[in-house]
Every structure is written in C-alpha cells, then in structure tokens.
C-alpha cells in the first residue's frame, strides 16, 4: 500500500465521503491508529500540553516537534503525517515560514506541515506551497494565539464571522490542501465547508465539517482534567491504564511477580 495524498482528501470531499484525523506523537499510537485505518495523523504542536506537560502550545519549539514526528512518520505506512509549525517558528514573514517548513519535512519525512492563524497568513502559505510543500491551515480558535484572544473563546459569532469566512477562502486560493477550523460556532463552519473546496476539518466546529480531529488523549480518555465541550471520550485509557499499573504494583509487593515462570536458570 501506499500513502494517502493530499488528492484523495480532495475526491473525498467531492464524494462526500467524511474521515477521521488524531494527534498522534510516538511510536505505539501512530502504529494503532494507522493499522485502524485513521487516513491523517497530525503531529500536533498540542504536544506541548499532552507531552511535554506546559499549560498551552506557546513554548513548545521546532527542536522538541521534529523527534516526535520523525517517530510517527517511521511507525505508519499508510496515513499522511502532518507536522504543526510551532509558535515563533513561521509568524515573522512568509521566508522564516518556509525555511521552518523546509526543515521540518527534511528532517522528518512529514508529508505536510499546519500553520495557524487569519487572512494575513496566507501569504506564508502561498509561500511554502510554491516551495513544494503541502500546507495545512488551521483558523478560528488558534491555540498559539491564545493571550492575544483573551482565552479560550469560540470563534466567529457576530461580526467576526465575515472575517473567518475570508481567512478561510484566502487560505484555499493561497493554495492550502485542507484547512482546520477550531472552536468554530457550527453555523460558520456550515458556510465555510459548504464554500471551499479543500476538505473542512473541525474540532468544535459543529457536526457539518467533512471531517474531525481529536487530540488522541482526549478521543482515549487518558486525560484526567475537564474536557472542553466539543471533546468525546471513546475509551478510559487513564482507567486501564492505572489498574494495570496499580495490579503490577501490587503483585511485586507481594511477591506475586516475577515468579519461577519469569526467572532464568
Ligand atoms: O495541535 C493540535 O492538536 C491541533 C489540533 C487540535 C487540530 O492543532
Ligand atoms: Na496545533
């Protein structure tokens, strides 16, 4: 098998045919959601709060991304791998955009790369495109602007709308193959995916996207705090994952493991 490309998101979206996308960061994660058929993984700068443990995405840097995307990229064979541009990495103008975006397919084989923010962005898109590069936006709640929007704040209600819906249409002519929209109110979201004809990825954007993202934790149910609305755990990983822990932890007190059957004569 090969690679999903950037052409089949683009008949799917003409079929109507919706998928799925997950962060994924390693090794064992990239491998399961691959085999289980998860057409897009994205490398995500979120890896700054489900791996790197910072309170948001804004410290995380390109040196902490690559080593986790090189893993990815090596563990799947058939998903397109998409590497966040960290925060700092590409805001001061369309060359440090592409020179960041060129270093990190180079260094991790990554088949595209996801940069976030409004209409102002896509001149860097324009840019990487040009270059030969696959470009992902992601507009509407942009997590590396977090401070500069005072919070976590759904996007695109009154008159902010008219602006979202023109930062999406400016992306797609700047040559972005797809184009995420978070914390979006579903009404806009609506209007967009029904404008553009590069697929809408949404992650509290409403049902009407032609597909969804999720930060695997969250999807997994690994995360111990409270999720954000528009999260659905759809397993508890945390849960497994402690009573294995605390059985381990139990049978070594008590001498249950190892046993004679672990032990080499
Ligand atoms: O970094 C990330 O996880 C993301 C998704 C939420 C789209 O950008
Ligand atoms: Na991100």
Redesign the pocket.
Known sequence: GRRITIRDLHRAKERGERWPML?SYEMYTAQIFDEAGIPVL?V????ANNVYAHPD?VPVTVDEMIPLARAVVRSTSRALVVC?LPFGSYQINPEQALATSIRIVKETGAQAV?L?GGQQAAESVRRIVDAGIAVMA?AGFT?QSVNALGGYRVQGRGEQAEDLIAAAEAFERAGAFAL?L?MVTAEVAAEITKRLSIPV?G?GAGPYCDAQ???WQDMAGMNAGDAARFVKAFGDLRAALTSATQDFADDVINGRFPTEEHAYH
């Open positions: 962060t994205l995500g700068d979120s890896a995405t966040d996801k976030e992601h997590p995420v978070e990825i992650i993202v999720l930060v």
